[in-house]
């Protein structure tokens, strides 16, 4: 996969079978490992992966973000803009740059944990290091892309990314990078200074339970609504449910019930949550609400560009 096409909401993965330590001790120093703004608590509840409203020339709608943030500020511990709901993989540098500081300028307490999605070391550090000049509090960053990076490529990746001086939210996916995250591997990356957090979207219940077991010394939210029922002791969700209906996602983390599970299921049918192209769906039922403007996509952005430009 290239970074240029659509990380699909895929299905469920194996487990690895890779065992993991229990209850390891994490190194104190390096980046703050706790969350901003709680006094040092870690991060929890319903983090918002946000749209990014933009108009038909691109440019990223930063009234709509105003109102977006607002209409789930009540739901939500953290605002998380540009991840894969934000589309950070097709956004330019400009639009991912204004992305982030309509975010941060609207957060209003609510820590800010910027989505990286590129598909080199070297470029997320770099966006990494812009993510903190724009004043957020963290990132959220994949693995290098590519089928043919080794597991120790990986650690070493998310070394240099701490490198660069902010907390870091594991992303663990497959859709985008093209590769996976071991067990073990994971393990480890959740032990170096400044990890504050995995999210885990592998979409396999008996892995996110193993990480859960383990005791990684981070919190472990889960990506996917479909599954919450499913893993228990999860420290909070992290996915684009939480942009239309945050309460229902926080109701089901601290009641999981088979009912309250149905409810989300439902709202996921109905706004098309499992669907490859959720982002457009959730900015369609969030223009019918009044809350942003338009449902334009980067890609739409980039279609139109690529048509004026072939045309006579």
């Given at each position: ?95 991912w740059r204004d992305m982030v500081a309509a ?123 479909n599954l919450l029922l499913q893993v228990p ?80």
């Amino acid at each position: 996969m290239t970074n240029a096409e659509t990380p699909r909401r895929s299905p469920a993965r194996p487990s690895s079978g890779v065992a993991l330590e229990t209850g390891a001790a994490r190194p104190a120093s390096g980046p703050d490992s706790t969350r901003p703004h709680t006094g040092g608590a870690p991060l929890s509840g319903v983090v918002v992966p946000l749209v990014t409203p933009l108009d038909r020339q691109g440019r990223v709608r930063a009234d709509d973000v105003a109102r977006l943030v607002d209409s789930v500020r009540a739901g939500v511990t953290a605002l998380m803009p540009t991840l894969s709901s934000g589309e950070g993989w097709l956004l330019t540098e400009a639009q991912w740059r204004d992305m982030v500081a309509a975010t941060v300028h609207c957060a209003d307490g609510l820590p800010v944990i910027a989505g990286v999605q590129l598909p080199d070391t070297a470029a997320v550090v770099a966006r990494t290091r812009l993510a903190a000049e724009l004043g957020a509090d963290a990132v959220a960053v994949t693995t290098p892309f590519g089928a043919g990076v080794g597991q120790e490529d990986i650690v070493t990746h998310y070394e240099r990314v701490l490198g660069a001086g902010s907390p870091v939210l594991v992303y663990n996916e497959e859709a985008l990078s093209g590769n996976r995250i071991e067990a073990g591997t994971l393990a480890r990356v959740c032990r170096l200074p400044g990890v504050i957090g995995v999210k885990e979207s592998s979409g396999d219940p008996a892995f996110t339970r193993q990480l859960v077991a383990a005791g990684l010394g981070v919190p472990v939210f889960e990506g996917w609504e479909n599954l919450l029922l499913q893993v228990p002791g999860v420290a909070g969700f992290i996915g684009p449910l939480a942009n239309l209906e945050p309460a229902l996602c926080a109701a089901l983390l601290r009641h999981p019930t088979p009912e309250l599970q149905a409810e989300v299921d439902t709202a996921c049918e109905t706004y098309g949550i499992l669907r490859d192209d959720w982002y457009l769906h959730v900015k369609r039922a969030l223009v019918a609400r009044g809350v942003i403007g338009t449902d334009t996509t980067a890609q739409d952005v980039r279609a139109a560009a690529a048509a004026a430009e072939a045309a006579p």
